[in-house]
């Protein structure tokens, strides 16, 4: 079966630029959780949603900042007005249902650099 | 707030070897979830194991075993008879609520 993927899978934009990363999830995974990366560090939580319910935001570093899952699978990260300190991998992670205990499954990644 | 911390940012051990690798984490709740993390150069980050707080029994899945102190807030994970795929970098990480807390990392490496 198919593991959580994302596109692009590298993504080069100039400074001002606005950006949309894509994740698919594992097919009937309730849970959707964006991290981001930044070079050397442990991942950092942006956003979570169960089905399309976006239930936690806090981690969205400024309103250029933008993640929504329609229908509750697809979903889809925007970032506007793309700044250098936006350069990281992002993480996109499911989970089958909305426990503590359940296992993220996680994405390959979009590395983002912004020159 | 919780926070993740661990101190060794590089580990190396000789393959078949047993090597530990150390995470502290410091929160005011009394029932939570650890898990450790396996990310491999340029793939995709995979769990490793996981440990219920509230069970006193250290977790285990085949080479890899956790020693959980909660009074200490210390959650290290021992590999024994390491393996060449092992070599990645070992996330510890505290599940709060929602979210995953991750530590910043350790790089091992495994040596024929």
């Known amino acids: 079966g198919a593991g959580v993927s994302q596109s692009p899978r590298y993504k080069v934009a100039k400074r001002g630029q606005d950006v949309a990363l894509r994740c698919d999830p594992i097919?009937?995974?309730?849970?959707l959780f964006w991290y981001q990366q930044a070079l050397g560090q442990g991942p950092e939580f942006l956003t979570y949603f169960q089905n399309e319910a976006q239930l936690d935001k806090s981690g969205l570093p400024s309103d250029r900042f933008f993640a929504e899952r329609p229908e509750g699978s697809v979903s889809t990260l925007k970032i506007q007005r793309t700044q250098q300190e936006d350069s990281a991998v992002y993480l996109c992670?499911?989970?089958?249902?909305?426990?503590?205990?359940?296992?993220?499954?996680f994405g390959p990644g979009t590395r983002l650099l912004v020159l | 707030a919780q926070t993740v911390t661990q101190s060794q940012p590089e580990m190396s051990v000789q393959e078949a070897e047993t090597v530990t690798l150390s995470c502290t984490y410091d929160t005011s709740e009394s029932d939570y979830y650890l898990f450790w993390y396996k990310q491999p150069p340029s793939r995709q980050m995979i769990l490793v194991i996981r440990?219920?707080?509230?069970?006193?029994q250290n977790a285990t899945e085949n080479r890899f075993s956790v020693n959980f102190q909660k009074a200490a807030k210390s959650f290290s994970l021992k590999i024994s008879d390491s393996q060449l795929g092992d070599a990645a970098m070992y996330f510890c990480a505290y599940r709060s609520a929602d979210k995953l807390i991750f530590g910043t990392g350790t790089r091992l490496q495994v040596f024929p």
């Open positions: 097919s009937g995974h309730v849970s």
């Open positions: 440990q219920e707080a509230y069970k006193q």
């Open positions: 992670a499911s989970s089958f249902l909305a426990g503590e205990w359940e296992t993220q499954y």
